[in-house]
């Protein structure tokens, strides 16, 4: 019988509250360490949590989006446990009332499409980081993330593959960056993934699993997946059992190590949070915040396709990241013309991005000098070459796009005997060209309208210079 692979996962999204979720800290990320901290965050003796509105309202919505069933009365609990980065030795979180149950989402994979089942999202709170300092053999703390408010998206072990979880994961960040409620930037630590792990023989009941903790990328997820899951049919293929664990990945080295044994809930000893009052969301608050709930992706990609006739690829490309549809949104309603700023977005701008590795959450490009753009190649008064020239402009130096045509002398020839001029003056310098033409070698004629269109400059109009050519060439 086949080996199969069973992978549960934990997603830890950090919310984008301005403000922590029991103090008024701010959750900016960076600063000088220690530098975000109070009382309240830091676990000073005397002080007492208040907990933040919306950090309510971000969970709530992300479990309505997700189709789960919201705990109306909810409440906190207290996992305790030690380590350095946790100053209270305990964290504030959710056990026996998670905010919000049997959510799902349905991904698909190699077009088969299946529903990962999500037991639960809690709130909780972060805890801090700790740096090592390998040079001068020693460790530093940074309480600034203490507190920050996160979400925990536990689901079902019904992931079969890396595939399957790269997947939800990636669907998963499209629906919170769309919701609002995280920046899913994996580099600063706002969106991590705890990967539960086991194998089995194909029907057998579940093996023994291990966690791989904080992996905040989807390429170390994928290459943690792989290596765990040989690791794992290694062992017990060689007769050996494979031992409940946290285990850490090393990117670098493409390999996990173990870290310590791997608690269950009754290890961390939980009982009611004695500081925080039981959470009760009434009919009207619910209902506040499930009109809140912004269109999604699909239901973008849908209008898009059905409003605007864009084609099914563009409409993908558009929606892939929150930040690309709201440019595309904004240049399509300043510029009135929605299939062609769908053209640009997904042709030029991509490229421009990829060129310059600028990733979609970074992209900052003024959306009514792109509408300007389009509008000025639309009515003709520049050609397709000086759009390019002009975008590309806007795009690394943020130009003023009339007067960068003005200064480079990019507005389109559509004078007639200028361009007629231009055309007697290439056939009279072309004169094998114009031989190979004549012949019927019809690519003689793109090499010929190249021609005028280089001795304009450019900025020639290319029907214009097409139809004066044909008209001198059929004499």
Known sequence: MKWETVVGLEVHAELSTKSKIFCACTTEFGGEPNSHVCPVCSGMPGTL?????????????????????????????????????LPKAYQVSQLY?????????????NGNKKVIGIREIHMEEDAGKLIHDARNNRTQMDFNRCGVPLIEIVSEPDFR?????LAYLEKLRETLLYLGVCDCKMQEGSLRADVNLSVR????????????????????IGRAIEYETERQIKILE?????????????????????????????????????????????????????????????????????????????????TEHKNISDLFEAVSAKSGEPLEAAHLLTGEIMYLMNN?????????????????LINLVISGK???????????AVFDADVDPDEYIAKQGLKMVSD?????????????????ALADYRSGKEKAFGFLVGQVMKKLGGTGNPELVRKALKDSLSV
């Not at 069933?69 to 609990?77: A, P």
């Not at 009332?97 to 994979?109: L, N, S």
Request: aromatic share 8%; glycine share 8%.
């Open 201 to 220: 023989r194909e029907g057998e009941e579940l093996g023994t699993r291990t966690e791989m903790k904080n992996l905040n990328s989807f390429k170390a």
């Open 97 to 109: 009332a998670p905010i919000c149950r049997d959510a799902g989402m349905e991904i698909e994979v």
């Open 416 to 432: 007639t005997n200028i361009v007629g001029d231009a055309v007697k003056a290439v056939l009279a310098e072309n004169t094998e």
């Open 238 to 318: 060689w007769g050996g059992k494979v031992t409940q664990e946290t285990r850490r990945w090393d990117d670098d080295k493409g390999e996990s190590f173990g870290m310590r044994s791997k608690e269950n809930a009754q290890d961390y000893r939980y009982f009611p949070e004695p500081d925080l009052l039981p959470l009760y969301i009434d009919d009207e608050w619910l209902q506040r915040i499930k009109d809140s709930i912004p269109e999604l992706a699909h239901g973008k990609r849908e209008r898009y396709q059905r409003d605007f006739g864009i084609s099914e690829k563009e409409a993908l490309v558009l």
């Open 161 to 165: 593959s890396g595939e399957e979880v």
């Open 382 to 392: 520049i050609n397709r070459n000086a759009y390019k020239e002009t975008l590309a």
């Open 356 to 372: 310059a590795n600028i990733t979609p959450e970074f992209l900052a490009v003024d959306a009514g000098k792109l509408s300007v």
């Open 49 to 85: 949590p208040k907990l933040n509105r919306r950090v309510v309202e971000y969970a709530v919505r992300t479990g309505l989006a997700l189709g789960g069933k919201i705990t109306v009365n909810s409440k906190f609990d207290r996992k305790n446990y030690f380590y350095p980065d």
